[in-house]
T-cell receptor, first 119, second 111 residues
Framework: GAGVSQSPRYKVAKRGQDVALRCDPI?????LFWYQQALGQGPEFLTYFQNEAQLDKSGLPSDRFFAERPEGSVSTLKIQRTQQEDSAVYLC?????????????????FGPGTRLTVL | EDKVVQSPLSLVVHEGDTVTLNCSYEVTNFRSLLWYKQEKKAPTFLFML????IEKKSGRLSSILDKKELFSILNITATQTGDSAVYLCAVMNQAGTALIFGKGTTLSVSS
């Protein structure tokens, strides 16, 4: 009965370093989301996958941010040349069905997040 | 641009008090409004509201939506120290692919 898991839970990076954050969604969940939560703020949407297809990446703040989900399960969020403003908690969420479909709410289950600190 | 505004940003109460948290929104094509509780880790789902005037209840928590005035409230009665958390309000975006969150209300309940 595992939920969404993320690793690492904490990451400290020097400015300019590349980082990779991993998300393991709940098994069988079709939809996967990444959010960025800065200190004292609500989560902000980054990107959405339906299986292996990245259908919405409108929230990625710059081209230094890249996400993939090559086999439609595990996803990786990569941040290149990290900057101090990238410091935040990165939350991953998954949901069972396709997003955007009409009908009852398709609950998003959140992982514990990765806290990234860029020095 | 879609927007969710929560108030107050923080609140300190004593155990046993009743609190009301507010959420107003502006969205292009409203689908649903959701409330989450976040205790230093993953947000956990509380309520989803789609219709005006229908109260949702879960124990001491209740919530209602007003689609005409574009706001929702979350009530917590007889607060307990375990209710201390950040309460997040979110609206589903037009495409239904992502949640747009407010900044949250930080509730602290002292014993």
């Amino acid at each position: 009965g595992a939920g969404v898991s993320q690793s690492p839970r904490y990451k400290v990076a020097k400015r300019g370093q590349d980082v990779a954050l991993r998300c393991d969604p709940i098994s069988g969940h079709v939809s996967l989301f990444w959010y960025q939560q800065a200190l004292g703020q609500g989560p902000e949407f980054l990107t959405y996958f339906q299986n292996e297809a990245q259908l919405d990446k409108s929230g990625l703040p710059s081209d230094r941010f890249f996400a993939e989900r090559p086999e439609g399960s595990v996803s990786t969020l990569k941040i290149q040349r990290t900057q101090q403003e990238d410091s935040a908690v990165y939350l991953c969420a998954s949901s069972l069905f396709l997003s955007g479909a009409s009908g009852s709410y398709n609950e998003q289950f959140f992982g514990p997040g990765t806290r990234l600190t860029v020095l | 641009e879609d927007k969710v505004v929560q108030s107050p940003l923080s609140l300190v109460v004593h155990e046993g008090d009743t609190v009301t948290l507010n959420c107003s929104y502006e969205v292009t094509n409203f689908r649903s409004l959701l409330w989450y509780k976040q205790e230093k880790k993953a947000p956990t789902f509380l309520f989803m509201l789609t219709s005006s005037g229908i109260e949702k209840k879960s124990g001491r928590l209740s919530s209602i939506l007003d689609k005409k005035e574009l706001f929702s409230i979350l009530n917590i009665t007889a607060t307990q120290t375990g209710d201390s958390a950040v309460y997040l309000c979110a609206v589903m975006n037009q495409a239904g692919t992502a949640l747009i969150f407010g900044k949250g209300t930080t509730l602290s309940v002292s014993s």
